[in-house]
């Protein structure tokens, strides 16, 4: 077997052992720091859980690293996180105290439970330290010439900079069934390492199969029914992860398609968070108003159990993470349609499930004299539910 693939295998191998070791562990702490989420109105547990199983897939990427680095010493393998030579240097230690640092802010969070600004101020952080190590978006080619679509210029640390948190809280925000968010992220890192390889770029490949590893092995606590849930700590380490693989392909110059391909790959979460935020805006409430209306609950409401509700999603994520396989290998023409096609079949797929419709409403008391929230549980719902579709949506009837 080439000495390459024997070292992505041990890295895999040993990012998986590792996980699967230090998941008892994340559980004892989690138990000792009282990082636990008890049963509630929107939980799907019934009994407490510890939520700090980012420990778990945390140690599985470092001991990446210490594989990585007794490889290259004893066993010649440098070739494994060697930057491809046509990409802008990146500092890894650096933007390894990003990565600690985005661990760090879920670890607080999972224990203390910051607000979301206080959150959002770390995620920032951890982005702005990525963004100094040099792990940024080059200028856009045009996928029908060699030629530059546009330089991004200055732009690229801004945009670089909200990538990365967005693709960190679209994970954070899908992590709500017992292996929904390390099951679809194991697809996805399984899909970008598959397509670093294709690309030549072993840094980038090594980092995916470390998380396809870690979340593999964590799956073993997490998966239906979960000892452990993630926590911020497990769900913000993962889509900072996945950004990073992804951007580690554009560092220099990227494609319109390289840039594509990581948002069909993280589609299932990135619909469920456009979904919300649409949703919550037809209902007139706050975008940061939490409901029952994301694809999981609606997979639920229709008779689906936690199971096969994550394994639906696990299709879907497979899917587009084969589609997004086939973009790279075609040529521009027959890219667009592939890509269309994804697009609408997901489309289909989420007006199937009536992602966004709104979950909350509004409606008038007479008794109180205000204007007060209802859900689907208040016998007002029904009624109210007819009224605003008949107002703000006549042609598109309401879904349950």
């Known amino acids: 077997m080439d000495r390459q693939w024997v070292a992505y295998l041990c890295l895999f191998a040993v990012a998986l052992v590792v996980s699967l070791l230090m998941t008892p562990v994340a559980k004892a702490i989690a138990w000792k720091v009282g990082a636990v989420d008890y049963p ?8 407490p859980i510890p939520r700090m199983g980012g420990i778990a897939v945390f140690s599985g990427i470092v001991s990446m690293l210490v594989a990585r680095y007794i490889g290259s010493h004893y066993f010649g393998w440098n070739i494994v996180f060697t930057p491809s030579p046509h990409l802008r240097s990146v500092n890894y230690y650096l933007l390894g105290v990003a990565f600690v640092i985005i661990f760090l802010t879920g670890v607080i969070d999972d224990i203390y439970s910051l607000s979301p600004k206080k959150k ?22 045009n996928p029908f010439q060699t030629t530059a679509l546009f330089h991004v210029g200055w732009l690229t640390y801004p945009v670089t900079i909200i990538y990365l948190i967005s693709y ?12 929904l968010a390390s099951g679809t992220a194991c697809i996805a890192s399984v899909t970008l390492f598959i397509l670093s390889l ?19 092995g964590f799956l073993r606590y997490n998966f239906h029914p979960a000892s452990i849930f993630l926590g911020d700590c ?57 409901d029952r209306g994301h694809i999981h609950h609606r997979l639920l409401d229709e008779g689906f159990d936690q199971r096969q509700t994550v394994l639906v999603i696990y299709a879907w994520t497979a899917m587009l993470s084969v589609g997004a396989i086939i973009l790279t290998q075609i040529a521009p ?10 697009v609408l079949a997901s489309a289909a797929f989420a007006a199937k499930l009536r992602l966004f419709s709104p979950v909350l409403l509004h409606h008038y008391n007479p008794r109180t004299g205000h204007d007060e929230l209802i859900t689907p549980q208040d016998p007002a719902f029904e009624k109210e539910e007819q009224r605003f579709e008949q107002e703000h949506s006549p042609h598109v009837p309401f879904l349950k």
């Open 168 to 179: 960190v809280n679209i994970f954070n925000l899908i992590d709500g069934l017992d292996g």
């Open 40 to 47: 509630g109105k929107r939980r799907i547990n019934k009994k």
């Open 198 to 216: 294709l690309r030549g770029q072993v840094d980038a490949a090594s980092l995916a199969i470390a998380l396809a590893g870690s979340t593999l």
């Open 333 to 342: 023409g027959p890219r667009i349609a592939v890509f269309l096609l994804l």
């Open 120 to 141: 959002l101020f770390g995620q920032i952080i951890a982005a702005c330290v990525a963004v100094a190590s040099g792990l940024v978006i080059g200028d856009v080619v």
């Open 234 to 290: 497990g769900s913000l380490l993962l889509g900072f992860t996945l950004a990073t693989v992804s951007l580690l392909s554009v560092t220099r110059i990227a494609s319109l398609t390289t840039i594509l391909v990581p948002l069909v790959v993280a589609g299932i979460p990135i619909i469920d968070t456009l979904s919300a935020i649409v949703r919550r805006k037809r209902a007139h409430v706050s975008v940061g108003q939490a």
